[in-house]
């Protein structure tokens, strides 16, 4: 099988790694290590120097893109590659047009009306301020606030009803 | 919307009526079904009702026709029913009351057939006939008893079972008056006229000159030539060929609910048997408000007992909220009487609302009904929520967003009339508010507000009328008696307050005691006050999200302590504070409320409290005064002097104890009141203890604390914002912003995280699509 490797750059939970994806190298008569799981193959291939520079793999048999995840140097100069499907970049284009429910996301570019409880907020330290209303029925000032309460009616002449 | 073939026939036997339209393709066509043109049922679609092909008066009415069902704020799910018997007080006798109403279009096959669908009054049986229900009912037997096993009764009718989307456009016409109150004489100056001509006031007529509105109906607007979007032909009426068009209410109605079905057996009670109404209107209109009898929108009560056969018993209305019936000059008691509404400003867009309700495309611009786009910017498009449409509408483009947009025909509908969705049958339009108390009745007593500089005058006026007194005429006793109905002159004040509100007085007076004219100046103190305090938008402090929702906000009242504000509740409202205050008792409340999304008021807190402090003023028990004189020792008096004294002092102390207070005013009122605790040590108060040493006082209240005014006066909303000092763009970046959208995952980029995600359509292991399910709960970057 055909082989190439790469030296990415990326986080691994990037899901479109092509901008990541640097020096490849293609290699061909590579084994795979019998039996050959197609999600995490092992290869066989002849050891070159700088062949641990190389943490990426494009395996044309399975058209599939994996993580190296370890090489191992055996006999007769070969060597034992490791690898661990990336389905992120392998399915890139395909997940990229999937529907789902986002409850994380850096796009939408602040916080929203969800509650997050991973944002660092400060309930205990607060800052104060206050705000008057423009107006109020209550006074300080010198003025007419005294309400006298007096018997009333008025006399009239006579004593008529 | 699936139409009842038993009833309709296939969509195969429909007829299309050619003088419509002759070239437009099937979907843009109105359709009828066929209920034949004469006697002959063979050519009839009807098909149940096998007795002849009529449907019998209690067999139910078909609902299939309804593409829509018309809510409750539609006038024909808010019917009225009006009597007309001479004698008996005009009045509304029954009301309909639905979430949702059914309907039915039809057309008129032939002017004044026997099912006559234009008559808008229905009957009873009377003296033994029973062949009158309701005249226009479809159909309940035949008009004229005598013939109806012989006679298609039902070929008046033209079911409308298509409506074409693109080919009709609802338009509304009025009928307008002068006057109301003359109609006998006035007929001439009703007028029908257009919406668009009517709202213009350079027309003859137009809603000054003819303010009285008693119809809106409408035109159904549609084109005779193939159809497009913008017509090559002006639209016009297309109902306007056949005569009459009515518009039936298929739902029971409650006309003649409790009412006998036939008078001579009146245990047969209307409302047993299926109802059912039409309006049916001249000028070939739909009519959505108003009243109409036979041939006319009058109201006239009958005196005639077989009049009931042949003549209206009761009158329907298709109701406005502000529906009025005229009340002629005459007093002819066959004057007739109309129903009608005066021109508001919010008219227009009531029928508006009416028309809506019919989730069909309206308009009242003239140009836009002739040749207008179905998305230009006046043809709007009624809102049907779950197939129910309730006065809301879109227009211009965002008719594009709803889903009859894409309909067809009217047979394109989801709604099903055999089962409407479920609706709230509650209207949200409560109101709360607060208004001023009315006057007090008259009492025994005077309130005056009194200015603060002016206090210190009002007890030296009672010494002073007390030095008038003429020993040689009577005694001081007697003399205080006669000038205030007591023998204590201070007896005549009967409360003191002071409350630190502006605004208390009302007209200018002089405080007057008994019979006293002190000559102080005052004011009449009003009853209460009503204050608005001002509004406050609670603007969201840091960006509007969630972490707003964690603030605190406290709103200080004066007087009446703090409440705590909902944040979920008052954010991006407006806050107000109104202040209600009893002058009468001091207390006061404060109404904090918000404006709610529908504009109306809603109060969420009522906080209480007193902002008067009743100041203390001796006074005399007069019953205790004469038993006192009668019958207590010297020794009881000195007791009583004592124990009186110490009142009055301690009174007097608490007065002076509010010296100091920072506010001036206070400090001149507490002037005042020390000075009055001097006099009382002068000589005059040996010469009132002369005379009142078994007296013993009474302090009228308790006094009250300034503690109120001495804090802030104004009402003070206080925010206390938890402190954020995140970078939001490194924060976004490591772990994205908590959010929960639904879409395609192209529409997001960096950090993300998503559940659910549906993965198929793309070919790869169940082992690897779970993986790619794991890693992007888990989190990835787009």
Excluded at chain 2, 461 to 488: E, Q, R
């Amino acid at each position: 099988m055909t082989i190439i490797l790469y030296n990415i750059t990326c986080a691994p939970n990037v899901v479109n790694k092509s901008a990541f994806l640097n020096g490849p190298l293609t290699i061909s008569n590579v084994r795979p290590n019998d039996p050959c799981d197609m999600l995490n193959p092992s290869l066989i291939l002849d050891w070159f120097d700088g062949i641990s520079n190389y943490n990426y793999v494009y395996i044309d048999t399975f058209d599939r893109y994996y993580f190296i995840t370890g090489s191992t140097l055996t006999s007769g100069k070969r060597c034992v590659m490791s690898c661990a499907v990336d389905v992120l970049h392998t399915y890139h284009t395909a997940i990229k047009n999937c529907i789902g429910t986002v409850l994380r996301s850096e796009s939408i570019g602040k916080p929203t009306m969800i509650a997050d409880s991973k944002l660092p907020i400060h309930t205990n330290q607060r800052t104060i301020d206050a705000i008057n209303f423009s107006d109020t029925p209550f006074t300080r000032d010198v003025g007419s606030h005294f309400i006298l309460t007096t018997i009333g009616g008025t006399p009239t002449q006579g004593g008529t009803t | 919307m699936s139409i009842n073939t038993n009833v309709y026939g296939t969509s195969d036997t429909w007829p299309q009526d050619t003088s419509v339209e002759t070239s437009a393709p099937a979907e843009q066509k109105y359709y009828f079904a066929n209920f034949g043109n004469s006697a002959n049922y063979d050519i009839s679609t009807l098909k149940v009702g096998v007795d002849n092909n009529r449907v019998r008066l209690n067999t139910p009415i078909d609902k299939t026709l309804s593409w829509c069902g018309l809510g409750k704020k539609s006038a024909f799910s808010n019917l009225e029913f009006y009597n007309n018997k001479i004698g008996d007080e005009f009045k509304m006798i029954n009301k309909d009351n639905r979430t949702i109403t059914n309907f039915a279009l039809f057309a008129k096959a032939f002017p004044w057939s026997l099912a006559n669908p234009t008559v808008s009054n229905w009957y009873y049986a009377d003296k033994g006939n029973t062949h009158y229900g309701s005249r226009a009912r479809w159909m309940p037997d035949a008009q004229d008893g005598a013939t109806s096993s012989t006679s298609n009764f039902n070929m008046g009718l033209k079911p409308v079972v298509q409506m074409p989307m693109r080919n009709c456009v609802f338009v509304p016409v009025l009928n307008v008056r002068k006057r109301v109150d003359t109609i006998n004489s006035d007929d001439v100056n009703a007028q029908t006229v257009y919406m668009w001509d009517y709202l213009n006031a350079n027309n003859t007529v137009n809603y000054t000159s003819h303010p009285y509105i008693t119809e809106v109906k409408m035109y159904c607007y549609g084109t005779s030539n193939g159809l497009t979007a913008t017509p090559t032909n002006k639209r016009v009426n297309v109902f306007s060929p056949f005569g009459g068009c009515i518009l039936a209410v298929t739902d029971n109605i409650s006309a003649g609910k409790g009412l006998p079905f036939d008078m001579d057996v009146p245990g047969a009670i209307q409302g047993k048997s299926t109802q059912y109404y039409a309006f049916g209107g001249d000028s070939n209109a739909l009519n959505i408000f108003g009243m109409r009898s036979a041939n006319n929108v009058y109201m006239v009560l009958s005196d005639s007992p077989t009049s009931y056969n042949y003549q209206a018993r009761g009158y329907i209305v298709l109701p406005h909220p502000n529906g009025q019936i005229s009340t002629p000059t005459s007093t002819d008691r066959y004057t007739r009487k109309l129903y009608y509404v005066q021109y508001y400003d919010g008219f227009q867009e009531w029928v508006r609302e009416q028309i809506a309700c019919f989730g069909m495309f309206f308009t009242d611009d003239k140009d836009t009904a002739e040749t207008g786009d179905f998305d230009s910017e006046l043809m709007c498009l009624g809102t049907l929520v779950d197939g129910v449409g309730n006065g809301a509408y879109t227009h211009g483009a965002d008719n594009r967003d709803q889903p009859q947009w894409n309909w067809d025909s009217t047979n394109d509908s989801t709604y099903d009339p055999s089962n409407p969705p479920r609706v709230d049958p509650n209207t949200y339009d409560g109101v709360m508010d607060t208004a001023s108390t009315p006057l007090l009745l008259a009492t025994a007593t005077e309130r005056y507000v009194i200015a603060d500089t002016n206090m210190n005058k009002l007890l030296t006026k009672l010494w002073d009328v007390m030095a008038l007194a003429d020993p040689t005429t009577m005694t001081k006793s007697d003399y205080a008696l006669d000038m205030f109905l007591t023998n204590n002159p201070i007896d005549a004040i009967v409360s003191l307050q002071y409350i630190p509100v502006k605004d208390m007085g009302t007209g200018s007076t002089t405080v007057t005691l008994g019979k006293y004219d002190t000559n102080i100046p005052a004011a009449h103190a009003e009853t209460s006050v009503v204050a608005d305090c001002g509004t406050i938008e609670i603007f969201p402090r840091c960006g509007d999200n969630w972490i707003d929702r964690e603030m605190k906000l406290t709103l200080y009242l004066p007087f009446c302590g703090v409440v705590d504000l909902d944040p979920e509740t008052y954010l991006n409202r407006f806050c107000n504070v109104e202040y209600l205050i009893d002058l009468t008792t001091g207390t006061c409340s404060a109404v904090v409320s918000f404006i709610a999304d529908n504009g109306k008021r809603v109060i969420t807190d009522i906080a209480n409290g007193v902002c008067a402090i009743d100041l203390p003023v001796t006074g005399i028990q007069q019953q205790t005064l004469n038993s006192e004189l009668f019958n207590a020792s010297e020794s009881t008096k000195q007791l009583k002097v004592n124990n009186a004294f110490k009142g009055f002092k301690s009174l007097m102390g608490a007065v002076s104890s509010l010296q100091g207070s920072p506010t001036g005013a206070i400090d001149s009122i507490l002037g005042g009141a020390a000075d009055i605790y001097n006099i009382f040590q002068s000589e005059k108060i040996a010469d009132y203890n002369l005379q009142h040493t078994t007296i013993p006082t009474k302090m009228i209240g308790t006094s009250g604390g300034l503690t109120g005014v001495m804090a802030t006066i104004k009402p003070t909303i206080i925010y206390s914002i938890p402190v954020n000092d995140v970078n939001y763009s490194t924060y976004g970046h490591s772990i994205g912003f908590a959010c929960c959208e639904t879409g395609a995952l192209s529409g997001f980029s960096g950090y993300t995280e998503c559940t659910n995600v549906d993965l198929s359509g793309f070919s790869a292991t169940t082992t690897e699509k779970n993986m790619i399910q794991s890693a992007l709960a888990g989190g990835v970057y787009l």
